[in-house]
């Protein structure tokens, strides 16, 4: 149980990347809806909807996992593929990790470019709709969004040896996040009303982004706070793998 | 120092990537916020393809809950715990598969139902009863206490195949926004100038006169004469020619073009809707909505697939039941009936047909419809109008023979004498002359000689300008012997007299178009034969057809001996096309396979016409023909791809190798790759004459199109 508390915590400190990149998305979804109930229905819906998609990753990663390695008891193969999976998870946090702590220098664009167009093409056509199931269609396309700290938790999932353990990593996480970007969604509707009405969506989202942009500082402790937990995690990860199996480190 | 990354602002770190975005560098911390950045700082549009991606977003929340249980389920989470026995857990995916149901099985109802009643069976018919079959078949199983529920087959075939339809929506929208310009017209906002300030109107609102401010950067939206301002207009959308054309207080703009850098105003002359360039629009809407045949076969090709695999899914079913239990061979069948949709074959003719008259479009040739660039592809054969199409129908002198006086005293006295009249002949002279720097006052009694020439007097000595027959008259030396060469075929002589005596020689023929003579050699060198068809003389037509080098040539026909002489050609080689003027030519290009026509596409003498090319640009009609074989290519590749595809996949699924939610993910990645397919190979583009006329990529001229900028 302590590690998903870990993980909850990883949550919440990442959120301050989640904020500075999906918070406009938040901001943006309140701010056409009439009244308080209503921003907060398509606030709650919406980040319903992100953390749907993080804990379906979460079981589909544990349970490719378990199809991967099997079911096997000490000794066997399926053992050891468990523990070379445990551990490649465990070192992929930590990188991940490690990215969000400090600054490596040299830099390496990311290969991923297939079909990102379309993602980004589809929020588009998203933002501004006023059906109710546009923020639910929102958030789990958001929620599939590349992301390092989705990539670093997926990796703990398919290293976690089942599909529960899996859906509970990612679900933790996602809880984790939930707060803050409810918050943001909420301010976007309070400075929504404070302010004149903008011309279109993506206009008034790149104003209201600003306030989010303001807390810079605030923002890249909560990210480095979030590497280090992500290392930390990644850590028990690997030790998992690596570490014989009387070091007690399995229920962690 | 490390960069931050120009959407979150955080350091842009280790994983940081530069892209180049709105012809800016930018640093992004992760793909996610490149993505978002590229999102926020596009355009809101297609709010028609949202509802789509509505039902995927919300059909994908259901479907994902209904696999997280299925997945627990399989796993065994649920086994042994006392507080969530595996029965509740059915119940919990009965409740969401019905309303994942009910949310994604609409369009597919419909479509099945559509198609019902047209008396066939369709693609939409096969999803519809696999999903209902998986659907009903685990709603019974619930409500009847068995173990044997497969909801979430049911769910991943539906929101694979709506995944499947919303790429398709996509590739489709794309392709249409290489035509995006062309079709804005009507609904361009424009800056009218009143006497109380500017006013943003529709452009329909516009009445001739109506001042229009035009500002850096915008489309001109009304045609029109430039009050005030300078700058620079790109009218390549309606000329497929890019370079910049200066304007100044006094020009005409024309709706459509892209205003360069200055400011405007421009009086329009035309009512708001009756541009040309609304009148494009609607006519390459016409032509994108037209049906190819092809398109139309493979439709009537699915439509008798269809009841065969359905056949085939009960069959299959049979068979395993026979063997395995209900529900294995239950989802076998579903296997089948999945993988067999032939959702890919109905989007590869339309979807490379719209590319490419959309490309054509973007150069100013309209092509009227996908049959359109079928024809095309097939063509054995080019027949060209004369006058008007491989020459410019208008006379210009080539060559100018004079005595022992030299040029300067016969244009002089041609300048003085002829500068009166009328005839094309004079004119053609006179224009030459003031063209070598001649300038004089008119001769005295100028006087019209009809048939022959023109007379006059010039410092009290007659001067005669004309015909063999005219000066032949004043001076009888044999005109044979006074030239050492003699006038080419096909050309004309006009000689200059004067002092009793011929002192020079006008020769006149009519101009060749730029472009005319590699046109054809190109046309041949792609295995066309290439024909002349001419209502003037063998004598003017056969020194035209050797110069370009065409493999055959008729004279002296009239329309209908034209119209009879393509028939002919056609019975023997096969498709013909005819390149003509398409004013006084219109039943031979309405006779032809293909008519093509040069001038604006807007004239409404053009209408017999299949394809319209840009006046005077000869150099498209190989760019166009090569255009519509790798359309005919790709469409070709793409269906052969797509059955090669479905065969295979069809024979994995009879055998059992394939479980239905497999089979639905092929088929979503069927129509990816299709879509994909096509749009990269028809978005692979080889400009016409690119060094010549220096055209600019694709990205850079359509600037509506640019949405995304990587």
Not at chain 2, 265 to 285: F, M, Y
Not at chain 2, 328 to 344: F, N
Not at chain 2, 460 to 489: F, Y
């Amino acid at each position: 149980m302590s590690t998903y508390v870990l993980i909850f915590l990883a949550g919440v400190a990442g959120s301050a990347h989640c904020i500075g990149m999906c918070g406009g998305f938040a901001c943006a979804l309140g701010a056409g809806s009439p009244g308080r109930a209503a921003v907060l229905w398509r606030q709650l819906v919406y980040n319903a909807g992100r953390v749907t998609s993080y804990c379906f990753i979460g079981a589909v990663v544990g349970h490719l996992g378990t199809l991967l390695v099997g079911h096997g008891g000490e000794g066997t193969w399926a053992s050891f593929a468990q523990r070379a999976l445990a551990a490649s998870s465990g070192l992929l946090m930590v990188y991940v990790g490690l990215q969000y702590l400090s600054s490596f220098t040299r830099r390496r664009p990311l290969p991923l470019t297939l079909g990102g167009e379309w993602i980004s093409q589809g929020l588009r056509q998203l933002i501004g709709h006023p059906s109710l199931a546009a923020p639910l269609a929102f958030g789990v396309l958001n929620g599939l969004l590349p992301c390092p700290l989705v990539y670093a938790f997926a990796a703990q999932a398919a290293g976690s040896g089942s599909t529960l353990d899996g859906l509970l990593v990612m679900g933790a996480f996602g809880l984790g996040t939930f707060p803050a970007m409810l918050l943001a969604g909420a301010a976007g509707g309070w400075v929504r009303r404070a302010a004149s009405p903008a011309p279109s969506p993506t206009a008034r989202l790149g104003s209201l982004r600003g306030s989010a942009v303001a807390g810079l500082a605030w923002r890249r402790h909560g990210v480095r706070i979030a590497g280090a937990f992500i290392v930390v995690l990644g850590l028990v990860t690997l030790a998992r793998g690596v570490l014989p199996m009387g070091a007690h480190l399995h229920g962690v | 120092m490390t960069p931050s990354c120009a959407h979150c602002g955080l350091p842009a770190g280790r994983l940081a990537q530069r892209r180049e975005t709105d012809g800016v560098e930018r640093w992004f911390c992760c793909y996610g916020c490149c993505l978002a950045f590229q999102f926020e700082h596009g355009s809101h549009e297609e709010p028609e393809a949202a509802s789509l991606l509505i039902r995927v977003g919300a059909g994908g929340f259901l479907a994902m809950n209904i696999m997280l249980f299925s997945l627990l389920l399989y796993a065994g989470a649920f086994a042994g715990n006392d507080a969530v026995p595996t029965g509740l857990v059915h119940w919990i995916l009965l409740g969401l598969a019905t309303a994942l149901v009910a949310v994604l099985a609409g369009p597919f109802l419909s479509g099945a139902r559509q198609a019902l009643g047209e008396g066939r069976l369709g693609a939409d018919t096969l999803v519809c009863i696999g999903a209902l079959a998986a659907y009903g078949y685990s709603a019974y199983g619930v409500v009847s206490g068995s173990a044997a529920v497969y909801f979430d087959t049911a769910a991943m075939v539906l929101v694979l195949f709506t995944v499947g339809r919303y790429l398709e929506a996509q590739g489709r929208v794309r392709a249409m926004r290489s035509v995006a310009p062309m079709l804005a017209g009507d609904r361009a906002q424009v800056t009218v100038v009143t006497a109380d300030g500017e006013v943003v109107r529709p452009v329909a609102a516009v009445r001739p006169g109506d001042a229009i401010r035009v500002r850096p950067g915008e489309r001109v939206a009304v045609d029109g004469e430039v009050l005030a301002g300078r700058s620079q207009c790109d009218e390549s959308i309606l000329t497929g020619q890019p370079a910049p054309c200066p304007k100044r207080p006094g020009d005409w703009v024309h709706a459509g073009s892209l205003n360069g850098t200055g400011l405007l105003l421009v009086r329009a002359s035309v009512a708001g809707c009756d541009t040309r360039w609304v009148r494009l629009g609607r006519l390459v809407r016409e032509a994108l909505s037209r049906k190819s045949p092809l398109g139309e076969a493979m439709d009537r090709a699915a439509s008798r697939f269809v009841p065969g695999v359905l056949l085939l899914a009960l069959a299959t079913a049979g068979f395993w039941a026979s063997r395995a239990d209900l529900g294995e061979a239950l989802l076998t069948g579903l296997s089948v009936l999945v993988v067999a949709c032939p959702c890919s074959l109905g989007l590869a003719a339309p979807l490379a047909s719209a590319l490419g008259i959309g490309q054509a479009a973007q150069r100013g040739i309209l092509v009227r419809g996908s049959s359109v660039l079928e024809r095309l592809a097939d063509l054995r054969c080019v027949a060209f109008d004369k006058t008007g199409t491989l020459t410019a129908g208008r006379l210009r002198v080539v060559a100018l023979d004079t005595d022992a006086v030299g040029p300067a005293a016969a244009l002089r006295r041609v300048c003085r004498v002829a500068s009166g009249s009328e005839h094309p002949l004079a004119r053609a002279v006179v224009a030459y002359a003031r063209q070598q720097g001649a300038e004089a006052a008119p001769a005295e009694e100028v006087r019209a000689l009809p048939g022959a020439g023109v007379e006059g007097l010039i410092d009290g000595e007659r001067c005669v300008i004309g015909s063999a027959a005219l000066v032949g008259a004043v001076d009888p030396t044999p005109l044979a012997e006074a030239w050492a060469t003699a006038v080419p075929h096909g050309a004309t002589a006009v000689y200059v007299a004067w002092n009793g005596r011929v002192h020079g020689r006008f020769v006149l023929a009519d101009e060749l178009r730029p472009g005319a003579g590699e046109a054809v050699a190109q046309l041949r060198s792609a295995g066309l034969r290439t024909l002349l068809l001419s209502g003037d003389g063998p004598q003017a037509v056969a020194p035209l057809a050797a110069t370009l080098g065409m493999d055959d040539w008729s004279a002296a026909l009239s329309p209908e001996d034209k119209v009879h002489r393509l028939r002919q050609e056609s019975a023997v080689r096969g498709p013909v096309a005819m390149v003509g003027d398409g004013l006084n030519d219109g039943p031979v290009l309405a006779a032809a396979a293909v008519g093509i026509a040069f001038g604006d596409a807007t004239d409404l003498a053009r209408e017999s016409a299949d394809v319209i090319v840009p006046a005077g640009r000869l150099d498209l009609l190989p760019w166009v023909l090569a255009l519509a074989q790798r359309v005919h290519r790709s469409v070709r590749a793409n269906l052969l791809w797509a059955f090669g595809y479905n065969a295979v996949a069809l024979a994995l699924a009879a055998a059992g190798l394939l479980q239905p939610v497999t089979a639905a993910a092929l088929m979503a990645l069927s129509s990816a790759i299709v879509v994909a397919r096509s749009l990269r190979a028809n978005g692979a583009d080889v400009a016409p004459g690119a060094a010549a006329s220096g055209y600019l990529p694709r990205s850079q001229r359509i600037d509506d199109a640019r949405l995304l900028h990587d």
